[in-house]
């Protein structure tokens, strides 16, 4: 558990991020049941439109975990440098990193706000390919 200066700062974002992010796979998922209800002269082009969805899904996937790895070796370091438990570590021990503990709302610094751009353009552009790829599928029924 975090101290709650650092809880507060991201934990409401990411918590919307991967809820987003867990939907958009489960759509994306689900949508292979709809493949193969259709013909079968329509499932290559169908399933040839779901690896761009995955790539950026996956993408923006391992873009939030190596942040996440980052914002706890942050934490971490910072309180063994202390010498107190991580859950006591308040955030102006890390401010200097306020970058980390950003998602989707842009922050001061280059990656605070390159990746909440990167996360919401990813998130937005797999539910557009996702919802297109729904309605292609049901033009073609």
């Known amino acids: 558990m975090l101290h709650h200066t650092i809880a507060d700062r991201y934990l409401r974002q990411r918590t919307i991020y991967g809820r987003l992010l867990r939907m958009c796979f489960a759509f994306a998922g689900m949508f292979w049941i709809v493949i193969y209800l259709q ?10 439109g779901q690896s761009i969805i995955y790539f950026i899904l996956m993408t923006i996937w391992g873009l939030d975990y190596m942040r996440e790895q ?4 942050v934490v971490i370091n910072a309180a063994n440098q202390r ?25 001061r610094g280059i990656a605070g706000v390159i990746f909440p751009i990167i996360f919401t353009a990813g998130l937005l552009s797999a539910y557009i390919l996702v919802i297109l790829q729904y309605l292609m599928a049901f033009r073609g029924a």
């Open 83 to 107: 010498g107190i438990p991580p859950s006591e570590l308040e955030f102006a021990a890390v401010a200097d990193r306020a970058s980390l503990f950003v998602m989707l709302i842009p922050s």
């Open 70 to 73: 980052r914002r706890l070796t």
């Open 39 to 48: 013909p079968l002269e329509s499932h290559e082009t169908l399933r040839s």
